[in-house]
């Protein structure tokens, strides 16, 4: 009976222990000024040399809002050349992290959505669906049971 409390006590304390530490260490490297890094996505609103204002859903408020990302001589860019490549209504995924109180953009990849052509039908050699476009084998003209 002995040795079981005093294993319950050494046990209390080594986990007492590790929680206080672990509970400690997030706010000791935010103290020392470590950046921690983060991402977002959403559309571009808005583009300049210096930052981009993203429109992106907000999972604490549960709602679009508006966030904007400082851009500087170490952003990478993904699928564009640089900002000036990057307009309204782009989708951007953005690698970031907070320094100084601003979000600071690491990488920022643009995906664009394709242009919708209208295909001309007669001159693509297709047919356009009609109720006749099925074989004859296919089309049912009689229930029978």
Do not use: C, H
Request: proline fraction near 3%.
């Amino acid at each position: 009976m002995k040795k079981l409390l005093n294993f319950s006590a050494v046990s209390l304390v080594f986990f007492a222990g590790v929680f206080a530490a672990l509970s400690l260490a997030p706010k000791a490297s935010l103290a020392q000024g470590k950046e921690i890094m983060a991402f977002s996505y959403g559309t571009v609103l808005d583009i300049s040399k210096n930052q981009i204002v993203v429109s992106e859903y907000d999972y604490d408020k549960d709602e679009e809002s508006e966030a904007s990302y400082v851009i500087d001589r170490k952003t990478e860019f993904k699928n564009v050349k640089s900002a000036t490549d990057i307009v309204a209504g782009d989708s951007a995924d953005i690698v970031y992290v907070i320094s100084d109180g601003e979000r600071v953009a690491q990488s920022i990849s643009i995906e664009r959505q394709a242009n919708d052509e209208e295909v001309d039908l007669e001159d693509s050699g297709i047919e356009p669906a009609g109720e006749n476009s099925l074989p004859p084998s296919a089309i049912v003209t009689e229930n029978k049971i």
